[in-house]
């Protein structure tokens, strides 16, 4: 069975991929306007960040999906919190947390979760992620080299672990803890699954040990099949696949690209990137001599490279009519991902409208 998640929008939300205006959520001030904080008759309209976060998750949840992804960045909520509180708005809806192990305790960690298992029902699942270096990092305090943040991050999953069934001492490069355990009325939850996200050698390395899910972003499918077999190759036993996907779907395949075109058109200057990122680097490298028209990072039929000008994120998503995108996710699932993480802006209505018509025409078993 194939579980399908919805990327939430933690930073907050664009009107569309054709006009880089943030008008929901994040930590924008109340304006006219906007639709989360609103104002209305010149006073805050009572309308939130999260209230719009829930109205996502609901959607989603209405269209099948088992979940959502909650992002990470300096400039976003913490989605810890969040999820504790968009618990109560929802039945089953899991909650992918996205956390850097660096930045917690292994044992606070332990407790954080299990306390939110025992209030969820065990709706808690990892995406494990270990920066990309740069500001970001810098932000967080954190001037670990790259593979080494890697190697804490194993070895933050093995003391968690530990921890989760303890009691459990260790005594090892990063973290040292003794008779380290949960008390008695948190023990026995189900420990979460993990997507554990990374591209370089060491990511692989570190997923081999500890992934449930591999999580890839999505890239030209021939390249993306090596790497789940360099993943397989290094790992004690095989994890699942997953793909994190923006998706661009229209009754037409001309009406899908008409949106990029004027996103394309009205695209701003983008800065210059900072970091380490093994996974950027690799996008940016299909993309080697594409010209300056938007259908030149179309790499292969619907996948297209440039999605990264239009928002913040990874560079390739799907574009094309319902039954093409639908084809492309087949496809995917055809390669051996268990799992797609979909992605559209603005989240709200491109949840509908993947629901309405996108999923109903996969033919890969859905959870």
Do not use: C
């Not at 680097?281 to 938007?294: T, V, Y």
Request: charged share 25%.
């Amino acid at each position: 069975m194939v579980d399908l998640y919805w990327r939430l929008h933690m930073e907050g939300d664009q009107t569309s991929l054709r006009h880089r205006v943030n008008s929901r959520g994040g930590f924008a001030p109340d304006a006219p306007g906007r639709i989360a904080p609103g104002v209305r008759d010149g006073a805050p309209d009572g309308f939130g960040h999260l209230d719009y976060l829930a109205e996502v998750a609901l959607a989603t949840e209405d269209a099948g999906l088992v979940g959502g992804l909650m992002p990470s960045f300096p400039h976003t909520d913490d989605p810890w919190a969040a999820a504790a509180s968009l618990a109560a708005e929802t039945s089953a809806y899991r909650f992918m947390i996205a956390f850097q192990p660096g930045f917690l305790h292994p044992v606070q960690a332990a407790r954080m979760t299990a306390t939110l298992q025992r209030a969820t029902g065990g709706r808690v699942v990892f995406n494990i992620i270990s920066g990309g270096g740069g500001p970001p990092q810098l932000w967080w305090g954190d001037k670990v080299d790259h593979d080494d943040r890697y190697d804490r991050t194993s070895e933050f999953l093995d003391v968690l672990k530990g921890v989760w069934h303890g009691p459990f001492d260790h005594k090892g490069r990063f973290y040292q803890v003794e008779n380290a355990g949960l008390p008695d009325w948190l023990r026995g939850q189900p420990f979460p699954e993990i997507f554990f996200s990374g591209s370089s050698p060491a990511a692989i390395a570190a997923a081999g040990r500890h992934a449930d899910h591999y999580l890839s972003w999505l890239e030209p499918f021939e390249a993306l099949a090596e790497k789940f077999a360099l993943v397989r190759a290094h790992s004690e036993t095989p994890p699942k696949f997953a793909v994190r996907v923006d998706v661009l779907a229209r009754e037409t395949e001309d009406e899908a690209w008409e949106e990029i075109r004027q996103g394309w058109a009205a695209r701003p200057a983008r800065a210059a990137e900072h970091g380490d990122s093994v996974g950027v680097r690799r996008g940016r490298s299909f993309l080697d001599g594409a010209g300056d028209g938007f259908r030149d990072r179309e790499v292969q039929p619907n996948v297209w490279g440039g999605f990264s000008e239009l928002r913040d994120g990874p560079a390739f998503g799907l574009v094309g009519s319902y039954a093409q995108v639908a084809a492309r996710l087949d496809e995917l699932l055809a390669l051996g991902v268990d799992a797609l993480i979909l992605a559209g802006m603005p989240h709200l209505e491109e949840a509908r409208r993947i629901g309405a018509h996108v999923l109903p025409l996969l033919k890969g078993p859905l959870s």
